[in-house]
């Protein structure tokens, strides 16, 4: 372990993500994988979306915290989902490896946040449930493969193992533009700064 102290002051970027994909492929499972490190065998579907943040500590002193909108994969929800990918910084399309028809609705998320969701926005594409592999019916080949093409982030992952999991959201931290959100939020503290200070040129009244 390096001894040395850094000198560089920590510094937080904060950025909206958005969990997409069809009904139990384990989107809420992932998420709180990753926010509580637990599984839950018999999680319900969620109604609407839930809401979550977890931090995730960088290299030079960065640590990116996710605000993460955790959305139902229920068709009955599917119109609520720009308002959750609007704004939304990065996402990520889960899909379950066991499920052939998860990965198509996966795509047609994915082709929904290409045509509407912020142009800059980081995409992940996580198969979930790698800890069922002798039920696997999606290869891995595959999703790669699809996941090239689109310039996608790609991932296999387990929310019962924890397998990936990290390393999934650890990656989509490692693609966002973290510079530009530090300096956008060290502006915005000292404009806070200034204008909570007197101002020290005001003459006074001279009536
Ligand atoms: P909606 O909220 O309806 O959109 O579903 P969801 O995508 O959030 O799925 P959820 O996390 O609720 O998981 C659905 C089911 O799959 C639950 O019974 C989970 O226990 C199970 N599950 C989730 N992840 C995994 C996994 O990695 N492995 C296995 N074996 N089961 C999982
Ligand atoms: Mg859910």
Known sequence: MSDTVSTSSPRLAQFKLVLLGESAVG??????RFVKDSFDDLRESTIGAAF????????????????????AGQERYKSLAPMYYRNANCALVVYDITQPTSLD???SWIKELQRQASPDIVIALAGNKLDLESERSISTEEAQIYANEEKLLFFEVSAKTGENVKDTFKAIAEKLPIEEKVSQ??????RN???SRPST???GCSC
Do not use: G
């Open 52 to 71: 979550l943040t977890q931090t995730i500590a960088l290299d030079n002193n960065v640590t990116v915290k996710f605000e993460i909108w955790d959305t």
């Open 27 to 32: 989107k809420s499972s992932i998420v709180h």
């Open 201 to 203: 040129n005001e003459q």
């Open 105 to 107: 609705r996966a795509k």
């Open 185 to 190: 939020s060290q502006r915005r503290r000292q």
């Open 193 to 195: 700064i200034d204008l």
